[in-house]
């Protein structure tokens, strides 16, 4: 399949959203709404919130993964105790992160489609908000609980000749599971 039509974009915009249904739904975040084309929306999260960044590429694609949060979402959120610092709370918001993009990235491997991850970069402060190349597609999605939301912002850049596979072939997946360890 090539993205001379933007099939290739639908596709990945499809594994991050399965991707992060899988990683959200565990700690009962449930998708909310999805903008395709989020490029003039406000991407602004209003109070002390947390910016998570991080990015994915190989041959012909550049993805970048960007989860913004409130603090009392992701304390509410937390899986390791009542009283998190806010440096735990940030870590916890990269790990989220890490988490979806190598889920998605596990994901993608089907359809013989390969990318380096980076590491999260992450970012507090007042009113954050998530800034892509003016290259990109942006996509939006809200996930919401009885705790608050978390936005996701998935951008890519793909080439026009880039191509995936028509249909996946899970035998190219990794190896490994979500919370698995390899060792080299």
Known sequence: MNNSNGAVREVIESLFEQAATEVFSPIGLGLNSVTLDASICNK????????????????????????????????????????????????WCGELNNQLVGAAKNHMLAYDCKVLMGLPTLIQGENLASISSSEAC???RVFLSGEGEIITYLSTIIEPAFTIRDEPDESLTGLTQGGELSFF
């Open 138 to 140: 942006i996509s939006k």
């Open 44 to 91: 602004q999260i209003v109070g002390d919130s947390v910016l998570s960044v991080l990015s994915a590429a190989g041959n012909g694609i550049k993805i970048l993964s960007s989860i913004n949060a409130n603090f009392a979402t992701l304390q509410a959120l937390y899986p390791l105790g009542d009283n998190p610092t806010a440096d735990e709370l940030r870590d």
